[in-house]
Every structure is written in C-alpha cells, then in structure tokens.
C-alpha cells in the first residue's frame, strides 16, 4: 500500500498497486473509489498543477492522472521499468528504474527526459528535498543512496545490512 497525503486534508491510496482510493485523513468517512483499474501505480506523487504522477510498472511509462475525470495522460515512454516519480520544487517529474537504476527528469509540459544518475538497482522509491537533492531506496540491500542536488555521483547514505 502506498499513501500520499495532501495539505486539502484527504488521503490517497493504492491498493494492490490496482486501485485508486480517497478518504478523509482519519479514514472515519471511509474509502472512496476513485479509478478502478489504475494500472500498476507504485509511488506518486501530486504535480504543482494538481494532477496525480504515477509510474506504470508494467508499461514502460508515467502517467498524469486527472482524479476529477479519472483520465490517465501519458507523460513519458521509454522510461523502462519505473518504479517511482517524485515532483521537484521546479515542477519537475524525477523518476527511477526498478531495473537498471536510472535516476531520470522530465519535464511534465513536453515530455522531455534525461537520466540525470545512476544508482545500484533494483531502486524501489524516492524522495527530493527542496534544494533538489534526490534520495533513492534500494530493497535488495536496504541502503539509501543520496545525489546531491540531483545531479552527479550518487553515495551510499546509509549502509544497508538488512537484506536477507
């Protein structure tokens, strides 16, 4: 399951990488559905101008997604397999590649893409802080990987020695 909160007060969820669900925060209202048949929607993220970003797994692509109309909008092919896409303080899509670690930035208006790092992969989620500094998970052996201001050489941060 994975969570995204919003400043509005209400809870995004996918479940079972299948299902778009809303609720309150608290869940107290219950959960709302929102898009059935989703795609494989892993870890999103809200954009500047309110829509939904989500990488499709299994389809080689990021989609934007209107949760008013439930409309998915390619943004990117031929990012491989993605696994996450975080949005930058300048509005712009940073993803990565379960499959090969490609740390890429595209620009959600045209769909221009660059891989801006490479990490070990598999890489499974990210997150950019405001000065644009990318950290990346990689499950296979729980270390967390930093690029400074999201460009150049990615280091470990934190050793992972949990993988079994």
Avoid at 60 to 83: F, R, Y
Avoid at 104 to 123: C, F, L, M, Y
Avoid at 146 to 152: D, E, L, T
């Amino acid at each position: 399951m994975k969570v995204v909160c919003i400043s509005s007060g209400r809870t995004y969820i996918a479940i079972l990488a299948a299902l778009l669900l809303v609720s309150g925060l608290t869940l107290s209202e219950g959960p709302a559905l929102l898009l059935k048949d989703a795609g494989h929607v892993n870890g999103f993220a809200f954009g500047k101008d309110g829509r939904l970003y989500a990488p499709l797994w299994q389809k080689d692509s990021i989609v934007a997604i209107d949760l008013k109309t439930g409309t998915k909008t390619p943004v990117v092919s031929g990012v491989g397999m993605p696994s996450a896409v975080k949005v930058d303080s300048k509005g712009q899509l940073i993803s990565s590649d379960w499959l090969s670690g490609e740390i890429r930035r595209t620009d959600p208006k045209n769909g221009k893409s660059e891989v801006i790092a490479q990490v070990p992969p598999p890489v499974d989620n990210l997150a950019v802080a405001k000065d644009g500094t990318i950290y990346a998970s990689n499950p296979a052996d729980s270390s967390v990987l930093v690029i400074p201001r999201g460009k150049g050489e990615a280091r470990v941060l934190v050793d992972g020695h949990f993988a079994v």
